[in-house]
């Protein structure tokens, strides 16, 4: 009798152990999404709390805590849509990983809601609706509330469906709806209202242009140049200096000029001063930094890195300053009203609520943020440095020249107009160099599906933001005017 062990069937456990591993991969997929639903959901919660900790004892607590709760989540939906724009060009040009592009905007996000949010709580009911439209201190509680769930609501939709869509557009909405259903139709401002549909045409058509138009003197003076390098050393340090010259012009004008009316002539001499002292202290940087390097397009792109993500930045503390107003501005006027028993959408914001708005809009970008900043940064068009550079620039660009024309805009048709601006330019220059070469001919021979994929701008991402722009004021204000309905219904 043997006693040599019998052989182990192998084969049966190695089968076990795979359908178990493929349930552990299945598991974690499906769960990834459900545990940044429920950090979500823990950040509203705590927002509440926070709220019963600071104003528990005041009159209407649970309607303070609900506003609060209701706040926290607009932010979320903020940093998870907003900031795509500021960050998407920075990844999609690969200047910036997602991680990295993630942390500086949570950074500078947060820093701006801080330090300057304070200053920019808009007068959101005081601007849509005339004034003395809604005297009722009651039904301005509930419109504001219904206005903020509303919002909220259709940029989470938004986003679920990627399309990067105005939060302001979507507040503006908000409080469309519930004032047309509390106050009828001469309770709005339909100037105003007039003014905003304006800026959903020219903004986006005139940040594509700028980018455009920056990119062209790009391809002109840098890349088509024998000596690329010196051509950069040349023109980049001028860049540089627009570049910082129209920043602090747009920082200035969005911080400073909501404290107080400062017309834009006395802000331009600060945006040439920077401008004029960053291009003596960049040009022999950029000297120092393009020695050495070769004559190719890749050298180019390195050089562009630096002043992109420094763009990407600034833009992202400009809109956390800006915007952190469209999730806590309601809150407060909300809270200044229970507290007086009169209406104010110029209510002072407490430090805690602005906190709240800080912190919400960097967990809404941590958690949902990388869906719209891949969708902005590489799936509209193929971006590099130096055209993501462009989209930057022109964003702020556009901004101040809206301004200047007493045009409402948002940031989000504006940066996205610019990246659809770069990828229409370059088909038209890639068609115009075709025809040039003689090779328009060859390629009008290829099947037209096929030559629709090589289209440089996708036209389905296209069509799909086209339509969540039109769709955002009539959508919100609808959702505004049914949950105002539904309030007014519940309080009796």
């Given at each position: 009798?043997?006693?040599?062990?019998?052989?182990?069937?192998?084969?049966?456990?190695?089968?076990?152990?795979?359908?178990?591993?493929?349930?552990?991969?299945?598991?974690?997929?499906?769960?990834?999404?459900?545990?940044?639903?429920?950090?979500?959901?823990?950040?509203?919660?705590?927002?509440?709390?926070?709220?019963?900790?600071?104003?528990?004892?005041?009159?209407?607590?649970?309607?303070?805590?609900?506003?609060?709760?209701?706040?926290?989540?607009?932010?979320?939906?903020?940093?998870?849509?907003?900031?795509?724009?500021?960050?998407?060009?920075?990844?999609?040009?690969?200047?910036?990983?997602?991680?990295?592009?993630?942390?500086?905007?949570?950074?500078?996000?947060?820093?701006?809601?801080?330090?300057?949010?304070?200053?920019?709580?808009?007068?959101?009911?005081?601007?849509?609706?005339?004034?003395?439209?809604?005297?009722?201190?009651?039904?301005?509680?509930?419109?504001?509330?219904?206005?903020?769930?509303?919002?909220?609501?259709?940029?989470?939709?938004?986003?679920?469906?990627?399309?990067?869509?105005?939060?302001?557009?979507?507040?503006?909405?908000?409080?469309?709806?519930?004032?047309?259903?509390?106050?009828?139709?001469?309770?709005?401002?339909?100037?105003?209202v007039g003014l905003i549909g304006l800026s959903w045409v020219i903004s986006p058509i005139l940040a594509g242009i700028i980018a455009a138009a920056f990119l062209a003197f790009i391809k002109v003076q840098i890349l088509y140049q024998t000596d690329r390098i010196a051509a950069a050393q040349r023109w980049l340090p001028v860049l540089v200096a627009v570049m910082a010259g129209v920043f602090i012009t747009y920082l200035i004008h969005k911080g400073l000029g909501r404290l107080i009316e400062v017309p834009l002539t006395a802000i331009l001499p600060f945006g040439l001063g920077t401008g004029t002292l960053t291009f003596f202290i960049v040009k022999p940087i950029i000297y120092r930094q393009s020695k050495g390097l070769d004559n190719k397009n890749k050298s180019l792109k390195a050089l562009f890195s630096l002043p992109l993500i420094l763009s990407a930045t600034l833009l992202s503390f400009a809109h956390g300053a800006n915007d952190v107003a469209n999730a806590i501005g309601p809150v407060a006027a909300i809270v200044q009203t229970l507290q007086t028993g009169a209406i104010s959408a110029d209510a002072p914001v407490p430090a805690w609520v602005m906190i709240i708005g800080a912190f919400g809009i960097s967990f809404g970008l941590f958690l949902f943020g990388p869906k719209l900043i891949r969708m902005v940064g590489s799936q509209i068009t193929k971006l590099n440095p130096m055209r993501a550079f462009c989209v930057s620039l022109a964003t702020a660009f556009t901004v101040i020249v809206a301004s200047a024309l007493g045009l409402p805009v948002s940031s989000t048709h504006t940066a996205v107009g610019a990246v659809f601006g770069v990828g229409f330019f370059r088909e038209w220059f890639q068609d115009r160099r075709r025809r040039k070469k003689g090779k328009a001919s060859a390629f009008e021979h290829i099947a037209a599906e096929e030559r629709r994929r090589r289209k440089l701008v996708r036209r389905s991402h296209f069509m799909t933001i086209l339509a969540a722009w039109i769709v955002t004021v009539p959508a919100s204000a609808l959702i505004s005017a049914l949950i105002y309905a539904l309030l007014r219904w519940i309080s009796g």
């Open positions: 009798m043997s006693d040599m062990p019998e052989p182990v069937d192998w084969k049966t456990l190695d089968k076990d152990l795979k359908r178990i591993s493929q349930l552990e991969l299945a598991t974690a997929y499906v769960s990834r999404p459900l545990i940044a639903t429920g950090m979500a959901l823990a950040f509203v919660v705590l927002a509440a709390l926070v709220a019963s900790v600071f104003l528990g004892t005041e009159s209407h607590p649970i309607l303070i805590i609900a506003a609060t709760g209701f706040g926290a989540y607009m932010a979320l939906n903020i940093g998870a849509n907003d900031v795509a724009n500021n960050m998407g060009p920075a990844v999609g040009a690969r200047a910036l990983t997602l991680g990295g592009a993630l942390l500086i905007a949570a950074i500078a996000e947060s820093t701006g809601a801080l330090l300057a949010g304070d200053a920019v709580v808009k007068r959101i009911a005081t601007d849509i609706l005339l004034p003395g439209s809604v005297s009722d201190s009651t039904t301005f509680i509930w419109a504001m509330m219904a206005a903020l769930m509303a919002a909220a609501l259709w940029v989470n939709l938004s986003t679920w469906i990627g399309a990067p869509v105005s939060t302001t557009h979507s507040v503006v909405g908000g409080v469309l709806g519930a004032g047309l259903f509390a106050a009828g139709i001469a309770a709005v401002n339909w100037k105003i």
